[in-house]
């Protein structure tokens, strides 16, 4: 095998594993562009810049010409979310970049399948996660105690459900919504007083895909119409079906209908409940602990101040949402984390998953207008805050590229590290 023919081969090793790091990080649940663009980093890192990557919403395709010849691999991708994985491909990506050789690169991603959540840490962390939304959102003792079991029960079930995503949501919508509807029961017989409403926020919290909906949304944004649309629609899909089944039960429930979801105005209380919350959701995801606590420790500084915002519930996310992606991005500099995975944990408290619910009790109590409110405050909070993270993205890589051009030029050469 003569000189040429050993590069073409290393190259075309390149071309897999950056579709593999491209593949995972979709899995993972990051948007098109996002995984694209740290696909052609891993290319450029190794010095094959011509290659081109094409996302449709069940596979992924590279494409590279090398000595000539024109190579087209693809391969199929499952869609998740999974803080776990998103910092695996953070870390073969900082690798990549730090001159470490292609095997090692190779080595790291072939971890994820070795990456298996435990099953105990997910049900600790979706408990921690509801009880702390259901406090933050007003709730008492007796409503925290019904989000938590409910938590705990869904975190179980969607262990079990993990291979029927069709009927998943709204199995665990029913089962939620039932636990806090036992709790309601036997609250009213035991004359304590108890609000299902603010138990079933803190519990569909969790469950809402608002990660989906912010990544579709984002994929829009960067003019990914196909990919944007088809996760836009299911992940619309998949939230209605959770949060109809929390509503439902709200028909069957003894209580007042004078429910007006608030957040807690008390400073400490407010940051350290939506610490707690986001901590507990990136527990859920599979994060590790220097990101959960440094997405907590955001996701609280971020909430305190969006106290302090006007009450435009869109402004006040859209805004929220550039602060926490500002920190994230570059305050976090310092750390070696994978800022994604971090702004996301950042992102968890400020997901109108409240206002999804409560469409839906207005829609089946036939409150129209009030349904229609809701949802659109939800949809134009979700696209705020989709439109901010997509801005602070491009305007880092916009930046990152002005940088590079004051660097000295690299050698054109397709050598490649083995």
Known sequence: MNHGDKNYCLLCKVARVALLLCALYLTAGAPAFYARHTAVRLCRAYNLDNASLSVTPFSVRIGVEICGAYTEISRPVKRGTDLGLYEL????????????????????????RNIKRQKMRTVFGSAMACGAF??????????????????????LLNVLLKKYQLIAPLVLSLCGGAVCTVFSFAARAFFIEFDYSLAALGAVMPIIPGIKLCASLCDIFFGDFICGGYR???????????????ALFYLIVPHVNTFQPAVCAELPLCAAYAFLGAAGFALMLGATAPVALCGAAVAAAVNTLFLFLPKSFVFASLFAAVVAAYMACNLLKRFVLEKAAVLIVALIPLVPGGMAYLSFVFLLCGNLLSAFNAAGAAISAFAAMSLAVSACVNSERIFSAISECFKAVRPCNNVVRG
Do not use: D, H, K, T
């Open 134 to 155: 259901c406090a933050m959102f007003g709730g008492g003792l007796a409503e925290c105690a019904a989000a938590v079991i409910s938590g705990i029960v869904c975190a």
């Open 89 to 112: 491909c953070g870390r073969a990506l900082r690798a990549a970049e730090g001159g470490a050789p292609l095997s090692a690169v190779s080595a790291v991603l072939e971890g994820a």
């Open 232 to 246: 836009l629609a299911c992940a619309l899909v998949q939230a209605a079906a959770v949060s109809s089944g929390f």
